[in-house]
């Protein structure tokens, strides 16, 4: 016991010793600098830990955010069908809005759109496959919908603004159509859809409400996730 005392009170009479020739802040950097280039070893001796550690953090990132999406697309499906039963509509969707490679020279990012999730009523097919990697800004009356931040009525009224819209919207056999631009603050998180086909009409009243109430649903379901 003694002999400890006296090997502690010797390191304290080196360390005041050493204090009083370099000074407190000389000693501190010179630890840091022994710290530095410790781990600068250590990591040039094993290039590996550092990778394992890293892939093992995205992986876990990743792992979290695939939990998440599927939780979202459920809640999403959910109020789809919803929706769908409600308004005795044909088709219920959302289109998921993510980004694209930049253009080189603006460094602007492209818009694309994927219907991520579908709802369909009896003896209705699905359309899903046909709006994946869709191009958004190839769509003038989807910019008109983003800028007003939604629309309901007959598909005609298209037409004029959008030909192109409108014969994909007819090809699906669509006669009216409601459309919603769903935000997170002022980030466009997706487009939420529902679609009347053949004769079939909406309620417009009935349908504005619900489309604003499934679409609040919706987009506190994204905001709960991030």
Same mark, same amino acid.
């Given at each position: ?13 080196? /360390? ?27 990591? @040039? ?28 697309? @459920? ?13 005795? @509509? ?87 159509? @409601?459309?919603?631009? /769903? ?8 487009? /939420? ?34």
């Amino acid at each position: 016991m003694e002999q400890n005392v006296e090997k502690g009170l010797g390191w304290l009479q080196k /360390l005041l010793g050493l204090q009083k020739k370099y000074g407190f802040l000389s000693i501190l950097k010179g630890l840091f600098i022994l710290l530095v280039t410790g781990y600068v070893v250590f990591f @040039a001796l094993n290039p590996r830990y550092l990778l394992d550690k890293f892939e093992t953090i995205q992986l876990e990132k990743h792992d979290k955010e695939v939990a998440k999406r599927f939780k979202t697309d @459920a809640e999403t499906r959910v109020t789809l069908n919803r929706l769908l039963n409600v308004l005795d @509509a044909d088709r219920t969707w959302f289109l998921d809005i993510h980004n694209g490679k930049k253009n080189l020279s603006t460094g602007l990012g492209y818009l694309y759109g994927d219907m991520l999730v579908e709802e369909c009523g009896d003896g209705v097919e699905s359309i899903e496959h046909d709006w994946q990697d869709i191009y958004l800004p190839k769509y003038p009356f989807i910019a008109k919908v983003y800028e007003d931040g939604y629309f309901w009525g007959n598909v005609d009224s298209i037409k004029s603004i959008d030909k192109s819209l409108y014969f994909k919207l007819k090809s699906n056999d669509v006669n009216e159509i @409601a459309m919603m631009f /769903l935000f997170n603050d002022d980030t466009p998180l997706g487009i /939420l859809g529902i679609s009347f086909c053949g004769d079939k009409k909406m309620n417009p009243p009935l349908t504005g409400r619900c489309i604003r109430k499934a679409g609040t649903k919706i987009g506190l379901s994204f905001a709960r996730e991030e």
